[in-house]
């Protein structure tokens, strides 16, 4: 009882700290760019988890160093960058909705790599909701036509990155500590980064010459330490005390929390739209559903 009481708890505080990402990520990118963000977030969550977690590295069984390099990339270094990039042509809360592709996602992942069998309801499921998704990408594209919807593709391709990364996690990191597969993730993950960043001419005056670079950065820091260092840690708790499907489930969560951010930064958000988002959690929803 008291575990299922956890998963919960775990799944609420998730989805209010990741569905708050999103507007984050939209104001950081009036000061810095989607590469600068990226990067720029992927050090200082290196940084806290490394010196919260680095003694906790020698516990990593050699076996195992590989597949947290591989969930370190897919789950962290990429997404961090494709949906910065994203947000410069879609709103936050339209990103945050396409996100909630990933428990689809997880299901054809799990069945076409990982040989979990799916039933013909998942399968309904993954159909639903991809016709959701289009349909709130078609009907987006005609109400916002000086935002470009083939952005959606990043976030898109993110939503599989994450399903990869969870099922990773599920089956050859179930017995390593959540803070010990974060600070893992980021050996690997830091130096990459840091060399972006340094790529994007980040330190540079003309850089700190920007009005809106501090609000910027400071938006980013919260991301780091918030929406990346202790949600990572969470997430890869609440992997380990549930299942691959529930854990994605705080995907349903988010977009609640980002379309409120998004109303209050007077973002569109239209009855057809509002459909199609019902559309893909309809599909989400019979996807995950463990009857047959």
Not at 91 to 110: E, K
Not at 140 to 146: K, L, R
Not at 152 to 166: D, H, K, P, Q, R
Not at 198 to 221: G, K, M, P, Y
């Amino acid at each position: 009882m008291k575990n299922i009481n956890t998963k919960w708890l775990y799944l609420v505080i998730l989805s209010i700290i990741w569905g708050s990402s999103f507007i984050l990520i939209k104001k950081a990118l009036n000061g810095l760019t989607p590469f600068q963000i990226g990067g720029l977030r992927n050090v200082l969550t290196g940084i806290i988890l490394l010196t919260f977690g680095y003694t906790s590295l020698k516990n990593i069984k050699k076996p195992q160093w590989k597949w947290i390099a591989i969930s370190g990339f897919l789950g962290s270094f990429f997404p961090a960058f494709l949906f910065a990039i994203a947000e410069t042509e879609i709103d936050s809360a339209i990103t945050s909705i396409l996100n909630s592709l990933v428990p689809l996602n997880t299901v054809l992942m799990g069945a076409a790599v990982f040989k979990i069998t799916s039933t013909r309801r998942q399968l309904l499921g993954v159909i639903i909701g991809f016709i959701g998704t289009a349909v709130l990408i078609f009907r987006g594209s005609e109400i916002n036509p000086n935002q470009n919807y083939l952005y959606a593709g990043f976030i898109i391709l993110s939503t599989l990155m994450y399903a990869a990364n969870v099922n990773i996690i599920k089956k050859h990191l179930q017995d390593v500590r959540p803070l010990t597969i974060a600070a893992g993730n980021y050996v690997f993950i830091v130096v990459p980064a840091l060399i972006v960043l340094l790529f994007t001419d980040f330190f540079s005056a003309t850089t700190f010459n920007s009005e809106t670079i501090w609000t910027a950065i400071l938006c980013v820091v919260i991301l780091s330490v918030f929406g990346t260092a202790l949600a990572k840690v969470l997430f890869n708790k609440l992997i380990q005390i549930s299942t691959p499907v529930f854990a994605t489930s705080v995907t349903y969560l988010m977009p609640i929390v980002a379309l409120i951010w998004g109303l209050l930064d007077g973002e569109a958000f239209t009855p057809m739209q509002g459909l199609a988002t019902l559309v893909i959690l309809a599909g989400v929803y019979i996807a995950n559903n463990r009857r047959t």
